[in-house]
């Protein structure tokens, strides 16, 4: 079993950054992707990016691509995901999650751990 906990989240002004961690205990994270993902208020929670275990691959949801980096610290046992030119739509709960077996994938169904969230509150 994995715990993921987000945090970083907070309040920040249009064009500000923040950058969230997933941290991760009961087991590694090696063998597993991990994905972000958001939700706001009245919508899906929808993908946001991925970095897989083995090749450090990135993907990125057209949304964020070019302002949102993912990155992990496997000593660590600990995701990021740096946001940059933070927009209003940005505005959501922010979500890690953990995949067993590594590969790209961008469904919610394909993940297997989910944390509890971290709110991000953009303002214009």
């Known amino acids: 079993q994995v715990q993921l906990v987000e945090s970083g989240g907070g309040l920040v002004q249009a064009g500000g950054s923040l950058r969230l961690s997933c941290a991760a205990s009961g087991r590694t994270l090696s063998g597993h992707a991990i994905g972000w993902f958001r939700q706001a208020p009245g919508k899906e929670r929808e993908f946001v990016s991925t970095?897989?275990?083995?090749?450090?691959?990135?993907y990125y949801a057209d949304s964020v691509k070019g302002r949102f980096t993912i990155s992990r610290d496997n000593a660590r046992n600990t995701v990021y995901l740096q946001m940059n030119s933070l927009k209003s739509e940005d505005t959501a709960v922010y979500y890690c999650a953990a995949r067993r077996g590594g590969g790209v994938a961008t469904t919610r169904a394909a993940y297997d751990y989910w944390g509890q969230g971290t709110q991000v509150t953009v303002s214009s």
């Open positions: 970095v897989t275990w083995s090749t450090d691959f990135t």
